[in-house]
């Protein structure tokens, strides 16, 4: 079979129309495609955020100690002649010595305190040891846990020393006295920092390291041996915060150049704009402007913090330019303990970076610690030399002739790099080197706007984006915007903080500190904001308030209720989806926001949500209401009205198509569970009752009726593949009913060890199956009990609840979370049946103990047994007592008890008579349902109450979390279908391509027509016998169904490719198959004759499939409910179905019909009427009644006529116009046949025509329009399948006298087949199912001894 391969290559393809028909597939709607299919629901991880200062710290004293001895050089200097004179701008030769001395060290704290001007300075001229010694320790003691600065200046004494020692001097000048480093640090203390402005100055960095490591030493040995002498002294404090600044390595001395000033390091670190500019006039002068001398530099107009004047201009550059090059250089976490944490540190480090650049033109390397990389050849540099030179370049003029002073277009360029960074985008590079110059232009009000533009557009790159900007120091910038009543800035604001609070929802505190949560209510509440702004407002609300009660509080006051409800209708969805959440999260545990939204009646605002079209919405609504109903204040009339009423509501929900939605049903009725507790309690226990004392006649075994469906056995089992959302697949599991587990005790009685055997109990891991806490994987309820109680038809005694009429809410309740155990998405079910046996556990340890007297029957009941001491022995290890058995099916399984002492094998036979049953743990006292059981209440040391939580604490759906990621990924990229570049989009235009192919050159086939129908090119043995076979339209793949299995096969390369458990329960059938997107990414849907629809991805290739989607598309088709054939049905038709499987009795099954046009998918079967679902919305969109008595056996659609046509179990075809209302709507019906229909269809052309064929082998053509058919031809009697193919007017019926009939649209056989190929030629089984390919002349054909064959046309003509 090289056919596909061949055509592939074909070169007589023509291009116009394979380009034409590519447009088709291009308009085709997908289904099931969206995120939420796609994606896991829950949020995303959060990133560990570094960027907040956990310790920010402030410098708070300052130490100036100046050693100059003016006059007198120390003896180990040679000084050049003429040499650097100025200190701190000063000529200390120009006054007397002690006059100089004073002016330098006043002038050096002016210097500082343009840094921080609120430290306390303390001056320190030529001192001796003492001074320095008491200035140190008293600074330290004021400034506490602060900083404290350490200015060291020793150009008037020698070199420090390689001992670690530098110099002072003593009371009367006439020796120098050297001073310890070590004695310096443990004045100090920490933490410090200290800049050392002399020669050699390396030597005290490596001797400050030395010493640190010395004490932390000493600390270690005082900390392991306390009789050590070490420990007797007081600790020496540790260094490790430390930070120094050195102006030169160990072996430098410092520059001598007399253009340059003495103390070059101290100008570079406390002056650094005066030092740069004249540095860069003493390097550039021969090509700087005419005029420009260093004199007039020192005539720059304007002052250093007025960024309007040129000077005040030239330090902003160059704060963004230092700032710039330490953030692209340092590391992250370095970055912020030097530039972010402390102002005056960062200040010094910025200027550092000059020191660093300026000193190594003299062949001086300054040194930190911690160290920094070399930042001296950074690029950014020469954009501040260009700065400067512009700067300059002005000065003659400025300052001659007063011209305007034009400012630098530093930052506009600065702001053009950053977007071009953004517009040249790749993944995967380095971040923009200008994100800390975006920073310094929010604070301009002229380049604001463009700086959050672009701000916005790089934090949309994504949360690594936003982590950057983090860390860069963008929070109190954007911050303080919030401030700011420009309207022009409230959409760029809103976007960067919905980007920010998406990834790091921890500065909800921040803002409502600030008050910035007031901004965000007025954008809320302007009408003329577009919707998105709106959304993002709201979403930013919604993070406010989550779980945080101030946040909760400032926004209930700013009447964010209100304002919520206002936008409700509002045509944005997303908008509609985030109010929503916004009010569940107001109002969770916080009653004020509760009552206030009562007032305001918005639960019933809310319920106009739940049939909103976009099924997220829906969720947000179920949120929003199930947090309404959640709150555990104390309840009034009133309010369990209203809790009633929402939960009618949303019960409403329980058949939505979306298993999102009724996963957030489950969750929001579990609010309501815990808050009732006690009368679902009630429920539960009558539930329990009731479920034993009835028996379900299963439909898959009708020959045992006591027994509750039996496990299933197939040889297939082990060769399963696992199945991804399966966590359990519950109905392969053994069965655990309760009606066994709970009935233990009498099995005790009767019979000692035969108690254990597996076919009494239900089977688990241990040999006694434990009865489930919640926290135990071992359910009280099995999914088998559940499902049973779901089916119990006679709810005859539950009118005698004690208190709860027989229709209560309670009831209803329990019954919803009942059926929604039994859903066919995993994840709904499993979140139910955690809700369901939280409930019956507490109800069932909570029953009154009571003494069995007759071991046959569990109904009469003796009065609660005593309480006998004997019983306490239990309560020593901690774990629960045991419980006895009561009328209510109390278990008499021990509950796992949390001590592990307990041997792993009990005797089989346990003592109950003595027992007592336990305390709920879980259950508040106030609340016991019964009387108080054995009075133990004094010993119970537990918190009441404690454990009510468990339900709610445990189930979430994420859907919160999920949602808020939208904000958090880019909303302004392509999307990647969209773009023609992307992977995606090349697999898809390959996919249409392969359509289009495989159409013409199909279609030139069956043009040729077709003489016959017999070369067998397939055959296997399936695992199961198949029920249903489905070609996929386009490439080799089939699906074939057995019972509540699918195996998929490559029929070109005949070989198997996967097979897997679709999830049904035992008592059900797979009864249809439809491929959606078949002409893209392909999904399976499943249709099983309990109503349930799954839909699969996944299959057929090397991954896990995985269940996209599952839905109870038929709500009221149980498979219990279908009695025998109706008698105007055939006898025929009653033993072809009996012949075909035993468990049909007559039922039709699920049928459905896909329109991948239209996204519609009908559904109908053992019902009444035929049901379409919209699987864009996932939800129903209509009920067409059929009008008749028996079920529905096939359904075909046409998308362009809107027409439907329905072949009925009674014979009759309908056919209905789903354009006109429910009455109107059937057009026509033929009542010909006098048969089951075994298929009916329409063909898809303008003027298509019906053809129907029943069981009795009568086809029938009619025109839609002609109340009767315009064409009669008899096949073979006794019909089980049939199928017509659509392109090559052919159809092919099988019958149960073991062979296949294919016949032309004149009604000539063309084709027999009754034995299979091969080498015994053996005869072809009774035929289960057979499908035509809907492109291809194939024919698949699947019978009752597990063979699935393919046949097709002669291979020449293929």
């Known amino acids: 079979m090289k056919m596909d391969s061949d055509l592939l290559h074909s070169p007589a393809v023509g291009l116009a129309e394979e380009e034409e028909a590519d447009m088709n597939d291009w308009k085709l709607p997908l289904a099931f495609m969206k995120k939420r299919h796609s994606e896991k629901i829950e949020g995303s991880k959060a990133l560990a955020q570094s960027w907040r200062m956990k310790d920010r710290m402030k410098t708070v004293s300052v130490a100036l100690v100046l050693c100059l001895n003016v006059g007198v050089d120390p003896p180990d200097v040679v000084k050049t002649s003429p040499c650097a004179r100025l200190e701190c701008w000063i000529d200390p030769l120009s006054m007397s010595p002690q006059k100089a001395l004073e002016t330098i060290g006043a002038n050096l704290q002016k210097q500082y305190e343009n840094w921080q001007p609120r430290a306390r300075y303390k001056q320190s001229l030529d001192p001796t040891v003492d001074e320095v010694k008491k200035l140190c320790t008293s600074l330290r003691r004021n400034a506490k846990e602060e900083r404290v600065l350490f200015h060291y200046n020793g150009h008037g004494v020698p070199r420090p020393t390689v001992n670690g020692e530098i110099w002072v001097f003593n009371k009367n000048y006439t020796q120098y006295i050297p001073l310890s480093i070590y004695d310096l640090q443990t004045w100090m203390g920490s933490p410090s920092i200290f800049v050392y402005d002399c020669s050699n100055a390396g030597i005290i960095v490596k001797s400050f390291k030395q010493f640190a490591l010395q004490r932390e030493q000493e600390l270690e040995v005082a900390a392991i041996n306390p009789s050590h002498p070490l420990a007797q002294m007081p600790l020496p404090p540790s260094m490790k915060n430390c930070i120094q600044l050195a102006a030169c390595e160990a072996s430098e001395l410092l520059p001598m150049n007399p253009d340059l000033p003495a103390d070059l390091f101290t100008s570079c670190l406390t002056t650094p704009i005066k030092i740069a500019l004249r540095w860069f006039c003493m390097q550039k002068s021969a090509k700087l402007v005419p005029g420009v001398t260093l004199d007039l530099i020192e005539k720059i107009p304007g002052r250093l913090n007025d960024r309007r004047t040129p000077l005040g201009e030239l330090n902003w550059i160059f704060t963004a330019i230092t700032d710039t090059i330490a953030w692209n250089v340092l590391p992250r976490d370095l970055f912020q303990k030097l530039f972010r944490q402390d102002l005056l540190v960062a200040s010094l480090f910025r200027n550092f970076l000059l020191a660093e650049r300026i000193m190594r033109s003299y062949n001086c390397t300054p040194v930190s610690s911690p160290r920094l990389p070399p930042t001296y050849m950074h690029a950014m540099w020469q954009a501040w030399d260009l700065a400067v030179d512009i700067c300059l370049s002005q000065l003659p003029t400025i300052i001659e002739e007063g011209t305007a002073f034009r400012h630098s277009p530093f930052f506009a360029e600065q702001l053009t790099a950053f977007q071009v960074w953004l517009t040249m985008g790749v993944e995967n590079r380095n971040p923009p080197e200008q994100l800390p110059i975006v920073l310094q232009v929010l604070l301009s009000q002229v380049h604001r706007l463009r700086a959050l533009?672009?701000?916005?557009?790089?934090?949309?790159?994504?949360?690594?984006?936003?982590?950057?900007?983090?860390?860069?120091?963008?929070?109190?910038?954007?911050?303080?915007?919030?401030?700011?009543?420009?309207?022009?800035?409230?959409?760029?604001?809103?976007?960067?903080?919905?980007?920010?609070?998406?990834?790091?929802?921890?500065?909800?505190?921040?803002?409502?500190?600030?008050?910035?949560?007031?901004?965000?209510?007025?954008?809320?509440?302007?009408?003329?904001?577009?919707?998105?702004?709106?959304?993002?407002?709201?979403?930013?609300?919604?993070?406010?308030?989550?779980?945080?009660?101030?946040?909760?509080?400032?926004?209930?006051?700013?009447?964010?209720?209100?304002?919520?409800?206002?936008?409700?209708?509002?045509?944005?969805?997303?908008?509609?989806?985030?109010?929503?959440?916004?009010?569940?999260?107001?109002?969770?545990?916080?009653?004020?926001?509760?009552?206030?939204?009562?007032?305001?009646?918005?639960?019933?605002?809310?319920?106009?949500?739940?049939?909103?079209?976009?099924?997220?919405?829906?969720?947000?609504?179920?949120?929003?209401?199930?947090?309404?109903?959640?709150?555990?204040?104390?309840?009034?009339?009133?309010?369990?009205?209203?809790?009633?009423?929402?939960?009618?509501?949303?019960?409403?929900?329980?058949?939505?198509?979306?298993?999102?939605?009724?996963?957030?049903?489950?969750?929001?009725?579990?609010?309501?569970?815990?808050?009732?507790?006690?009368?679902?309690?009630?429920?539960?226990?009558?539930?329990?009752?009731?479920?034993?004392?009835?028996?379900?006649?299963?439909?898959?075994?009708?020959?045992?009726?006591?027994?509750?469906?039996?496990?299933?056995?197939?040889?297939?089992?082990?060769?399963?593949?696992?199945?991804?959302?399966?966590?359990?697949?519950?109905?392969?599991?053994?069965?655990?009913?309760?009606?066994?587990?709970?009935?233990?005790l009498n099995l005790n009685e009767e019979g000692g060890p035969a108690a254990f055997s597996p076919g009494n109990l239900s089977t688990s891991s241990s040999a006694s199956s434990t009865l489930g806490s919640p926290d135990n994987d071992e359910y009280i309820l099995s999914f088998e009990t559940i499902d049973k109680m779901r089916r119990v038809s006679s709810y005859s005694s539950l009118n005698s609840l004690i208190g709860v009429s027989f229709n209560s809410v309670y009831t209803q309740i329990w019954r919803v979370l009942l059926h929604l155990a039994a859903d066919p998405f995993p994840e709904v079910s499993d979140l139910a049946m955690k809700v369901l046996n939280s409930i019956a556990y507490k109800a069932t340890m909570n029953a009154r103990p009571q003494r069995i007297l007759d071991s046959g029957s569990l109904t009469q009941s003796a009065p609660a047994s005593p309480t006998s001491k004997g019983t306490h022995i239990h309560q020593a290890s901690g774990s629960p007592p045991m419980p006895s058995t009561s009328s209510s099916s109390l278990t008499n399984e021990v509950p796992k008890p949390p001590a592990r002492e307990q041997p792993a094998t009990r005797p089989p036979y346990t003592p109950t008579l003595g027992g007592q049953a336990p305390h709920s743990h879980q259950f508040p006292r106030t609340r016991k349902m019964f009387d108080k059981g054995p009075e133990q209440a004094a010993e119970d040391g537990d918190e009441p109450g404690g454990h009510r939580n468990y339900i709610s604490a445990a189930l979430q759906t994420g859907l919160c979390d999920w949602s808020a990621k939208y904000f958090a990924q880019p909303v302004m990229k392509i999307p990647e279908e969209h773009d023609l570049e992307s992977q995606v989009r090349m697999e898809r235009q390959w996919r249409f391509l392969r359509n289009t192919r495989v159409r013409k050159q199909s279609r030139i086939i069956t043009q040729r027509g077709l003489s016959r129908l017999d070369d067998q090119i397939f055959i296997n043995r399936n695992p199961g016998v198949p029920s249903v076979v489905k070609f996929h339209p386009f490439n080799t793949c089939i699906a074939v169904a057995d019972k509540d299995s699918i195996c998929?096969?490559?029929?070109?390369?005949?070989?198997?490719?996967?097979?897997?458990?679709?999830?049904?329960?035992?008592?059900?059938?797979?009864?249809?198959?439809?491929?959606?997107?078949?002409?893209?990414?392909?999904?399976?849907?499943?249709?099983?004759?309990?109503?349930?629809?799954?839909?699969?991805?996944?299959?057929?290739?090397?991954?896990?499939?995985?269940?996209?989607?599952?839905?109870?598309?038929?709500?009221?088709?149980?498979?219990?409910?279908?009695?025998?054939?109706?008698?105007?049905?055939?006898?025929?038709?009653?033993?072809?179905?009996?012949?075909?499987?035993?468990?049909?009795?007559?039922?039709?099954?699920?049928?459905?019909?896909?329109?991948?046009?239209?996204?519609?998918?009908?559904?109908?079967?053992?019902?009444?009427?035929?049901?379409?679902?919209?699987?864009?919305?996932?939800?129903?969109?209509?009920?067409?009644?059929?009008?008749?008595?028996?079920?529905?056996?096939?359904?075909?659609?046409?998308?362009?006529?809107?027409?439907?046509?329905?072949?009925?179990?009674?014979?009759?075809?309908?056919?209905?116009?789903?354009?006109?209302?429910?009455?109107?709507?059937?057009?026509?019906?033929?009542?010909?046949?006098?048969?089951?229909?075994?298929?009916?269809?329409?063909?898809?052309?303008?003027?298509?025509?019906?053809?129907?064929?029943?069981?009795?082998?009568?086809?029938?053509?009619?025109?839609?329009?002609?109340?009767?058919?315009?064409?009669?031809?008899?096949?073979?009697?006794?019909?089980?399948?049939?199928?017509?193919?659509?392109?090559?007017?052919?159809?092919?019926?099988?019958?149960?006298?073991?062979?296949?009939?294919?016949?032309?649209?004149?009604?000539?056989?063309?084709?027999?087949?009754?034995?299979?190929?091969?080498?015994?030629?053996?005869?072809?089984?009774?035929?289960?199912?057979?499908?035509?390919?809907?492109?291809?002349?194939?024919?698949?054909?699947?019978?009752?001894?597990?063979?699935?064959?393919?046949?097709?046309?002669?291979?020449?003509?293929?």
């Open 1048 to 1358: 998929f096969w490559d029929w070109e390369k005949g070989e198997r490719l996967d097979y897997f458990y679709n999830g049904n329960p035992r008592y059900t059938r797979i009864t249809a198959m439809e491929y959606l997107n078949g002409h893209d990414c392909s999904l399976l849907l499943t249709a099983t004759d309990d109503g349930a629809l799954r839909i699969w991805k996944n299959f057929a290739d090397q991954k896990n499939p995985e269940m996209v989607t599952a839905w109870q598309g038929l709500s009221d088709m149980l498979p219990t409910t279908r009695g025998q054939p109706s008698a105007s049905t055939h006898s025929l038709a009653r033993r072809v179905s009996i012949y075909l499987d035993r468990s049909k009795q007559g039922g039709a099954g699920m049928v459905v019909d896909w329109e991948q046009e239209t996204g519609l998918l009908m559904t109908s079967g053992d019902v009444r009427v035929i049901r379409i679902w919209d699987t864009d919305r996932e939800m129903k969109v209509q009920d067409i009644p059929t009008g008749a008595d028996s079920c529905v056996t096939s359904l075909s659609c046409d998308s362009k006529r809107s027409l439907i046509v329905a072949g009925l179990g009674d014979g009759s075809v309908r056919v209905f116009d789903r354009r006109m209302g429910p009455n109107e709507c059937r057009v026509m019906t033929y009542r010909e046949h006098g048969a089951w229909v075994v298929k009916a269809h329409i063909q898809k052309e303008t003027d298509g025509q019906i053809i129907s064929v029943s069981v009795n082998g009568d086809v029938r053509f009619f025109e839609p329009r002609t109340p009767d058919s315009i064409n009669i031809l008899q096949t073979v009697k006794g019909l089980t399948a049939l199928d017509i193919h659509p392109q090559a007017n052919l159809f092919a019926c099988g019958s149960m006298n073991q062979f296949i009939a294919v016949y032309n649209a004149n009604g000539d056989v063309i084709s027999n087949i009754k034995y299979y190929d091969g080498f015994m030629g053996q005869r072809i089984g009774a035929i289960s199912c057979l499908a035509f390919h809907p492109n291809w002349p194939h024919l698949a054909v699947g019978s009752n001894d597990y063979y699935m064959s393919i046949y097709s046309a002669e291979k020449r003509l293929r």
């Open 453 to 744: 533009d672009l701000l916005g557009r790089f934090l949309d790159l994504g949360p690594w984006a936003v982590s950057l900007a983090l860390s860069v120091g963008i929070f109190p910038y954007v911050l303080k915007l919030l401030q700011s009543s420009a309207r022009e800035l409230r959409p760029l604001l809103v976007f960067i903080w919905a980007k920010i609070l998406a990834v790091d929802s921890s500065c909800q505190a921040d803002l409502v500190k600030d008050n910035g949560h007031k901004y965000f209510l007025s954008v809320l509440a302007d009408s003329y904001m577009p919707a998105e702004h709106r959304t993002m407002a709201v979403f930013i609300l919604a993070v406010i308030v989550n779980s945080y009660n101030t946040g909760q509080e400032a926004c209930l006051q700013g009447n964010l209720i209100a304002n919520c409800l206002e936008q409700l209708s509002d045509p944005h969805p997303l908008l509609r989806q985030w109010v929503a959440i916004c009010l569940g999260r107001i109002w969770q545990n916080f009653d004020p926001a509760r009552w206030c939204g009562v007032r305001d009646s918005a639960h019933e605002k809310l319920y106009t949500l739940l049939s909103d079209p976009i099924p997220e919405v829906r969720c947000a609504a179920v949120f929003a209401l199930g947090t309404f109903v959640g709150n555990s204040a104390e309840r009034t009339d009133h309010s369990t009205t209203i809790d009633h009423n929402v939960a009618m509501m949303l019960a409403q929900l329980i058949n939505d198509g979306s298993p999102v939605v009724r996963k957030e049903l489950v969750v929001a009725l579990s609010h309501l569970v815990v808050q009732y507790e006690s009368n679902f309690c009630t429920v539960a226990l009558q539930f329990i009752e009731e479920e034993k004392n009835y028996t379900v006649p299963s439909p898959a075994n009708t020959a045992e009726p006591g027994n509750l469906t039996p496990v299933r056995d197939s040889p297939a089992i082990p060769r399963l593949r696992s199945v991804n959302s399966y966590t359990n697949i519950r109905a392969a599991t053994t069965a655990r009913n309760l009606n066994k587990s709970l009935q233990n």
